[in-house]
């Protein structure tokens, strides 16, 4: 049987592959970018608001910050109690051409290690979580030139 594919939250990114992108929404009164996306109205305190429309973000970044997360978090972070856990990686990428920091885990394999403020990393699909019948879709960070 195979799981239903479903984003972990909905119209925060689309695609495959080299068509994936982050999703937000921009302004047209001020051309303010958000991320998370902002459907109801411009966050931008010196705007007196305009249409929101959905634009992809910038496939790539630059590292701004990275840490690990080596310990279990609360609810509502989803993992199975019976399995061990195993850290992660976090990393806070810029994003230039909107002026912006994404937060989001790196792919599996690559460590704080493998990270140096300022490298070029790029978004990717990812998993978060599977259950029996769902694969939990999110976004990862990956080094470019590091395979898939």
Not at 23 to 39: I, K, M, N, Q, W
Not at 40 to 60: D, I, M, Q, W
Not at 83 to 100: C, G, H, Q
Not at 124 to 133: A, F, I, Q, T
Request: proline share 9%; with cysteine; glycine share 10%.
């Amino acid at each position: 049987m195979s799981r239903k594919r479903t984003p972990v939250v909905a119209n925060w990114f689309a695609g495959e592959d080299d068509d994936f992108r982050l999703l937000g929404t921009r302004c047209s009164a001020c051309a303010s970018v958000f991320f998370p996306r902002e459907d109801g109205f411009c966050r931008n305190p010196g705007c007196a608001g305009g249409e929101l429309a959905e634009v992809p973000l910038s496939r790539r970044g630059r590292v701004w910050s990275y840490t690990d997360g080596r310990y279990r978090p609360p609810a509502p972070y989803v993992s199975d109690p019976e399995l061990p856990w195993e850290p992660y990686t976090l990393i806070a990428v810029e994003l230039e051409a909107e002026r912006m920091v994404v937060l989001g885990q790196s792919v599996p394999g690559v460590s704080v290690a493998d990270l140096e403020v300022g490298m070029e990393v790029e978004v990717v699909p990812g998993v978060l979580n599977e259950d029996s019948g769902t694969t939990w879709t999110t976004w990862h960070w990956r080094p470019v030139g590091v395979g898939a």
